[in-house]
């Protein structure tokens, strides 16, 4: 079975600090993954998506990067925050066409 | 205007009562697919559709894309459905770019 791991549940950051969540994906090789925003109350935004290692295609940016160091692994980050950056963070997974996302992370900027 | 509308934004049903939401949409999506949000953030995938019906225990969707738009009944409502219910849609082969809608908020009277 496939299990998704974010880290960390939480954060609480102060504008113009750096920021880094991860993602881990168990039982999948190779999977096609996605980084999504969601404002409080809002829809999602897709950011990135990665179909393989070193590979990330950007959906959209707002001053945010993102990384895939592992088959499994997906990172999230940012050298200075915005106070535009809280809401929270979802990372997911393709698996027969059909989307699957992790418990998230909650940032706030303060 | 919104690539993907969805109605009500809201609705609040008593528990046993049967509902009906839906998405709209002005994009040529070829699959769609529904999440529910339960409150705790936990997004889980209801269902993926190609053009037609799908069914599962008490929730039933349909999606016609000649028309451009998708369905989600919930019979005899129960307090484990309460959330924020989001269709989302692909204009394209894989799930690389979905689209979601802003989301049904859900809830019910004991």
């Known amino acids: 079975a496939q299990t998704i791991h974010q880290w960390p549940v939480a954060e609480i950051k102060a504008v113009g600090s750096p920021l880094s969540l991860g993602c881990t994906i168990k039982?999948?090789?190779?999977?096609?993954l996605y980084w999504y925003w969601q404002a409080t109350g809002g829809t999602l935004q897709q950011l990135f998506y990665?179909?393989?290692?070193?590979?990330v295609e950007s959906v959209v940016q707002l001053n945010l990067s993102a990384s895939r160091p592992k088959d499994d692994q997906f990172i999230l980050s940012t050298e200075k925050l915005l106070l535009s950056h809280s809401g929270f963070y979802l990372c997911?997974?393709?698996?027969?066409?059909?989307?699957?996302f992790g418990h998230g992370t909650k940032l706030s900027v303060l | 205007g919104d690539k993907v509308k969805q109605s009500p934004s809201a609705l609040s049903l008593q528990e046993g009562t049967n509902s009906a939401l839906r998405c709209n949409f002005s994009?040529?999506?070829?699959?769609v697919q529904w999440f529910l949000q339960n409150p705790r953030g936990s997004l889980i995938n209801l269902f993926y559709?190609?053009?037609g019906t799908k069914e599962n225990g008490r929730l039933k969707s349909a999606f016609d894309s000649k028309e451009s738009y998708s369905t989600l009944h919930i019979r005899d409502a129960q307090l484990e459905d309460s959330g924020t219910y989001f269709c989302?849609?692909?204009?394209?082969?894989?799930?690389?770019?979905?689209?979601f809608g802003k989301g049904t908020k859900f809830s019910l009277i004991p």
């Open positions: 997911a997974w393709l698996s027969n066409e059909r989307l699957f």
């Open positions: 039982g999948k090789s190779s999977p096609n």
């Open positions: 990665s179909i393989t290692v070193g590979q």
């Open positions: 994009i040529a999506a070829t699959t």
């Open positions: 559709l190609v053009p």
């Open positions: 989302a849609a692909d204009p394209g082969t894989g799930s690389n770019r979905l689209t």
